[in-house]
């Protein structure tokens, strides 16, 4: 599958990796794969990738990650919009994830 790319070098997502514990649930939830676990701790790896569903965030206990949801989707909608498919973020057939 091609990696899905949204706007370059807008995304709102901000990890403090002195608060990370290397837990790494948000490499679990996320569903594009932009966070990895390097040296017990997490990283962004694709930035860009981020379509800002918000998984990480809601989902990190010590509160390391933040992120603006929902702006990815909104472009997800602006882009099947744009192309006269149907608006994706493509993130599972599970609908509640842009919630």
């Known amino acids: 599958m091609t990696r899905l790319r949204y706007l370059p070098n807008v995304v709102t997502l901000i990890l403090d990796s002195e608060k990370c514990t290397g837990c ?8 594009h794969g932009v966070l990895v ?5 997490a990283r962004i ?3 860009d990738a981020c379509m800002e569903c918000g998984a990480c ?3 990190c206990i010590t509160e390391a990650i933040s992120v603006r949801s929902g702006v990815g989707c909104a472009t997800a909608v602006l882009n099947g ?3 006269g498919s149907e608006p994706t973020c493509d993130c599972s ?5 842009c919630e």
């Open 24 to 31: 790494g649930v948000c490499t679990e939830v996320c569903p």
């Open 37 to 41: 676990i390097e040296s017990q701790k």
């Open 45 to 47: 790896a694709d930035r």
């Open 57 to 59: 965030a809601l989902n």
């Open 81 to 83: 919009m744009l192309r």
């Open 93 to 97: 057939a599970d609908a509640t994830c």
